[in-house]
């Protein structure tokens, strides 16, 4: 979608100061209004996220129902292998493809995120970026905190902390497509960046504290073909047909190295230009992310959750979830970690940068994105598999409690949410009413006086041919 330039505020012609509308001075303010062209790309960028929340939700349905009804069906497929089993020991089950290939594109998606946001985004200046990193870093730190207490005793597995840490974005909007939320661009937004830093995150912590067994010959040549990946696309070179067995070959390498190979994925994305130069409409990284990001989230991140997420679900294995302490750290970092953290570490960053908050909006209302924002699926079953590998039986465990987390948050937020619906539709309305018809909302011309003068004496032609349209 092609943005449509702002109109430039006018000056008077006695002196250079701003008009009296427009304050010289203000506090920074929370959760504002977006500029017209990141409204459009973050519009653009949910609504397929939205659709593949939508695929999300139904393939963990469908692994549920397998898992229960057809369990050695369900088995028999996980552990089918395919692949050449050298030079590079590909001969992988089909759940260890979709852990380790499909979700490489996934996280490729996430690196072209985490670049546009700091060169063109949200992150670009420290004073935006503050409250949203701030934000994930708490959302990030209490979850494992409160894992390690649980777990701090003997019974105790202290090396699943990390996961209750994820946010997973599609399940999210896929919860708000469902309950028919109309949450304002400003909270979606603040989510999808939040979540963008959320996946930085667990990127480091999957590459730090996830890969073993290091080979260095393995590692040396993926990062020689990160090399090459970044050298071709910086001198222009285009062409799928070079690309793409590229990133194949580093994406085998760095499996092969030990190193997880959906890092492969998110070092191509940061590799991408995302700014744009001359008369470009659109960045590569801007260009490739929209024509990936439908692979990523209608087939990528859905067959994962196919081949993830089907757990054995009983009266004996939900107790086990709250009556176990690494299940039960889950469950309570998820629904109590996420909330507390990504909501207090914002308002206490709010609070001590004096930013203040959009007065169309609540506190409670970034309250309830944050219960939101502890849906933790994607990421949080795959560091459930990576934190176990040894205890096939905990790892269930452990996913069947971050479902359940998933949805008490889910739960949790739809109830919140509602309660504030119908301000949410209002200022939604508001947002994208567009009266002249000219494709640019009101609100971002409401300080324009050409387009004031324009619309009054609309209104006036309006008034004047109303009665004279009635006789």
């Not at 057809?70 to 050449?84: C, K, M, Q, T």
């Not at 699943?160 to 909270?187: E, K, M, N, Q």
């Not at 609070?351 to 409670?364: G, V």
Request: contains cysteine; proline residues 6%.
């Amino acid at each position: 979608m092609r943005s449509l330039p702002l109109p430039a505020p006018r000056r008077s012609r006695v002196t250079d100061q701003p008009p009296v509308h427009e304050p010289t001075t203000r506090r920074r303010q929370l959760l504002g209004r977006l500029s017209l062209p990141e409204r459009a790309f973050i519009t653009d960028a949910l609504r397929t996220e939205t659709v593949g929340g939508m695929l999300l939700l139904g393939a963990a349905v469908i692994a549920l129902i397998w898992a229960n009804v057809w369990p050695n069906a369900y088995e028999s497929v996980l552990d089918f292998r395919i692949g050449p089993s050298g030079p590079l020991h590909l001969d992988l089950t089909i759940a260890g493809w979709a852990k380790d290939g499909l979700l490489t594109i996934f996280f490729f998606v996430a690196g072209i995120e985490l670049k546009r946001e700091f060169v063109a985004g949200e992150l670009r200046t420290p004073s935006a970026a503050l409250l949203p990193v701030i934000a994930a870093v708490c959302g990030v730190a209490l979850p494992a905190i409160l894992f390690a207490l649980v777990n701090s005793g003997s019974g105790g597995h202290p090396g699943g902390w990390a996961i209750p840490t994820a946010t997973d974005i599609a399940f999210a909007l896929g919860v708000l497509a469902v309950v028919g939320s109309h949450l304002p661009s400003a909270l979606r937004a603040f989510l999808l960046t939040l979540a963008v830093v959320d996946d930085l995150i667990a990127i480091l912590i999957i590459a730090v504290f996830y890969s073993s067994g290091i080979r260095f010959w393995a590692l040396g040549l993926a990062f020689a073909g990160l090399v090459l990946f970044w050298f071709l696309h910086r001198r222009g070179v285009h062409g799928w047909y070079l690309f793409v067995p590229l990133a194949v070959v580093v994406w085998a390498l760095m499996h092969e190295s030990g190193v997880h190979a959906t890092v492969a994925g998110v070092a191509m994305g940061l590799m991408l230009r995302c700014h744009r130069e001359g008369d470009e409409e659109h960045s590569p990284g801007e260009h490739i992310e929209h024509l990936v990001r439908p692979l990523s989230a209608g087939l990528a991140v859905p067959v994962f959750a196919l081949f993830a997420a089907g757990v054995t679900i009983s009266g004996p294995a939900l107790r086990e979830v709250f009556t176990q302490a690494a299940p039960l750290g889950i469950v309570i970092g998820l629904l109590v970690g996420k909330t507390v953290g990504i909501f207090g570490g914002t308002w206490l960053a709010a609070r001590f940068t004096r930013a203040e908050l959009n007065p169309q909006l609540k506190w409670a209302d970034l309250f309830s994105v944050a219960v939101l924002a502890g849906i933790g699926f994607t990421v949080s079953l795959l560091i459930s598999e990576l934190a176990f590998p040894g205890d096939l039986a905990l790892a269930d465990r452990s996913k069947t409690a971050v479902l359940v987390g998933s949805l008490l948050c889910a739960a949790v937020a739809t109830v919140l949410l509602k309660l504030r619906n119908r301000h949410y539709r209002e200022l939604c309305a508001e947002e994208e009413r567009d009266t002249d018809g000219d494709g640019v909302p009101d609100v971002y011309q409401a300080d324009d006086p050409a387009w004031r003068a324009r619309s009054s004496a609309q209104r006036a032609q309006g008034s004047t041919d109303g009665p004279a349209a009635a006789r």
